[in-house]
């Protein structure tokens, strides 16, 4: 349509300049036979009307002149015009094409064939692209005990379950300082007006970043690792699962079980000095330990006063009476 356009302008453009081409001839014209008759009118061989004939020929035909340059003016911006609307849609044809800003591996595609992209407010996201699979990066959270003794450059290995008998090394690269707090649901009250659930938090970890090597491709975005640092490795300890570090008894049970309100457990001094409960039916007891290092599910226990094989409360549920 724009092209269509343009070439109709140019038409017009060239129309108004072959118009202006034979006004020019016309005023050579009338200037000739205007300059004759001015001759003949002083040697009184024609009457003076044809001399002002003559003359108002001449002047319609500057007349005619002068608005043919302005024919050519306005045709010449309206090709200007035209083609300044050619370029404008060269430039949204080029925008209809969606090039990747680099090469790489379209891991997901967020979009659908047909489906309208508004990038009036951002820009959306329509690819997900891996630059390179021969060098992958491994997030791991690492708990707020062991993260002290890490560094960049430490060795780190792990294992995926797409490959059980292998395992991946790697090297750690950054420990990153935002905290992430995990959230554990320790207990639910069931009963009139309503149930409830209270939410604590639990434990607190720090995005580790590990490179490895990938030279065969084999490792994939989205596998899961089950990953080993060897500055927070620990042989033949003592464990207590992360849920019963995190347990705290909630407000209501121990109103339900008419516990003293000094046992609600207040949270830990330090990161490596935590609470934990047991359970003997009719109360809660809690037990001071000290931690270590721990993977994620399982933490060190490094001193206090628990007994390896005593049960501790990870959750708990309390169904009330009506």
């Given at each position: 349509e724009a092209q269509a356009a343009l070439a109709q302008a140019e038409a017009g453009l060239g129309q108004a300049r072959a118009n202006r081409a034979a006004l020019d001839t016309a005023v050579v014209d009338a200037q000739t036979k205007l300059t004759r008759a001015q001759q003949l009118a002083a040697r009184q061989l024609i009457p003076a009307s044809d001399l002002d004939a003559a003359q108002i020929a001449m002047d319609g035909a500057i007349a005619a002149e002068r608005s043919g340059d302005a024919q050519v003016s306005l045709a010449t911006a309206a090709v200007d015009e035209a083609r300044a609307q050619v370029g404008q849609a060269a430039v949204n044809l080029d925008r209809t094409v969606i090039t990747s800003p680099i090469d790489g591996i379209v891991v997901s595609r967020e979009v659908s064939v047909g489906q309208t992209v508004a990038a009036a407010v951002q820009a959306p996201v329509l690819f997900d692209i891996a630059a390179d699979f021969s060098r992958m990066q491994v997030e791991v959270g690492v708990d707020e005990a062991d993260v002290a003794g890490l560094q960049p450059g430490e060795p780190a290995a792990f294992e995926v379950e797409a490959y059980p008998n292998e395992t991946f090394h790697g090297v750690v690269t950054q420990v990153r300082l935002q905290p992430v707090a995990d959230q554990t649901t320790t207990a639910t009250t069931v009963g009139a007006p309503m149930s409830t659930t209270t939410t604590v938090l639990g434990v607190v970890s720090y995005a580790t970043m590990i490179v490895v090597e990938n030279p065969m491709e084999?490792?994939?975005?989205?596998?899961?690792?089950?990953?080993?640092?060897?500055?927070?490795?620990?042989?033949?300890?003592?464990?207590?699962?992360?849920?019963?570090?995190?347990?705290?008894?909630?407000?209501?049970?121990?109103?339900?079980?008419?516990?003293?309100?000094?046992?609600?457990?207040?949270?830990?001094?330090?990161?490596?000095?935590?609470?934990?409960?047991?359970?003997?039916?009719?109360?809660?007891?809690?037990?001071?330990?000290?931690?270590?290092?721990?993977?994620?599910?399982?933490?060190?226990?490094?001193?206090?006063?628990?007994?390896?094989?005593?049960?501790?409360?990870?959750?708990?549920?309390?169904?009330?009476?009506?």
């Open positions: 084999k490792l994939r975005p989205g596998m899961t690792a089950t990953v080993a640092l060897d500055g927070s490795r620990v042989d033949r300890a003592v464990r207590i699962p992360n849920a019963a570090l995190s347990f705290r008894p909630p407000a209501d049970v121990l109103a339900a079980i008419r516990q003293p309100a000094q046992r609600e457990g207040a949270a830990p001094i330090d990161a490596t000095h935590r609470r934990v409960w047991t359970f003997d039916g009719a109360q809660f007891t809690p037990i001071d330990v000290t931690t270590g290092v721990t993977d994620g599910q399982w933490t060190q226990l490094a001193g206090g006063g628990l007994r390896e094989g005593e049960a501790l409360v990870a959750r708990a549920s309390l169904r009330s009476r009506t």
